[in-house]
């Protein structure tokens, strides 16, 4: 399980396609510096499982390898990665710590596009347009994970929702360089999708 606060801006080291996987290497100086082999990190907010290390004395030499399975591929904008690209990176919370951001599991719904950025006053307003089946667990004032950066929505619409980014969320994630047109990963709140699951089983509500 993740929280949504962006440890590390990574980098991209090469993505290997094989078949209809693929193996994806980054290089991460401060999440890699204790990734053990079978550790979940967050990448771009899809949850994958460190299978190699490579370190060298060099600065920012550590990196961290994961197997990219065909599901994750369909749902997800890792196929897209290429080499330098920047990726938000996150370990796994600790159970003796504290949620800064929100429950996000690392299991990607589906992908958005960027619609528009607004600039204001120390801060930007970013509206992103989403698949009509995910717009129903999108709520203004709920939370969502934009690459696996936990956001509290601030509008939304039948098929778009706006958030308000902060300076240090410009700065820290990938964010912040998005363009109108650029495709970014969804993580919609996991106990809005578990309270739907629970009136579709009692009958009050269709699937």
């Known amino acids: 399980?993740?929280?949504g606060i962006i440890e590390e801006l990574g980098?991209?080291?090469a993505l290997e396609t094989r078949g209809d996987s693929a193996v994806l290497v980054v290089r991460a100086?401060?999440?890699?510096?204790?990734?053990?082999?079978?550790?979940?990190?967050?990448v771009n907010?899809?949850?994958?499982?460190?299978?190699?290390?490579?370190?060298?004395?060099?600065?920012?030499?550590?990196?961290l390898r994961f197997d990219v399975m065909a599901e994750t591929l369909l749902r997800s904008v890792v196929g897209t990665f290429a080499a330098g690209q920047g990726v938000n990176l996150e370990r796994a919370?600790?159970?003796d710590a504290r949620l800064d951001g929100h429950v996000v599991q690392g299991h990607v719904d589906g992908t958005g596009t960027v619609i528009s950025r607004t600039p204001g006053d120390g801060w930007e307003s970013v509206r992103f347009g989403l698949p009509a089946d995910l717009a129903?667990?999108?709520?203004?004032?709920?939370?969502?994970?934009?690459?696996?950066?936990?956001?509290?929505?601030?509008a939304v619409g039948p098929d778009w929702f706006e958030v308000g980014l902060i300076p240090e969320t410009l700065r820290a994630t990938t964010l912040g360089a998005k363009q109108p047109?650029?495709?970014?990963?969804?993580?919609?709140?996991?106990?809005?999708?578990?309270?739907?699951?629970?009136?579709?089983?009692?009958?009050?509500?269709?699937?």
Not at 29 to 42: F, L, P
Not at 45 to 62: H, N
Not at 188 to 195: H, I, P
């Open 1 to 3: 399980m993740f929280t």
């Open 11 to 13: 980098q991209v080291v």
């Open 29 to 42: 100086e401060v999440v890699g510096a204790d990734a053990t082999h079978g550790a979940s990190i967050a």
């Open 45 to 63: 907010g899809v949850c994958l499982t460190v299978v190699g290390r490579e370190d060298s004395d060099g600065p920012a030499a550590r990196e």
């Open 93 to 95: 919370v600790r159970a």
């Open 136 to 154: 129903r667990y999108v709520a203004e004032k709920g939370s969502i994970a934009v690459d696996g950066v936990s956001l509290t929505v601030t």
């Open 181 to 207: 047109g650029d495709p970014v990963n969804l993580e919609t709140d996991v106990l809005a999708r578990y309270a739907e699951r629970l009136l579709i089983a009692q009958g009050r509500i269709e699937a």
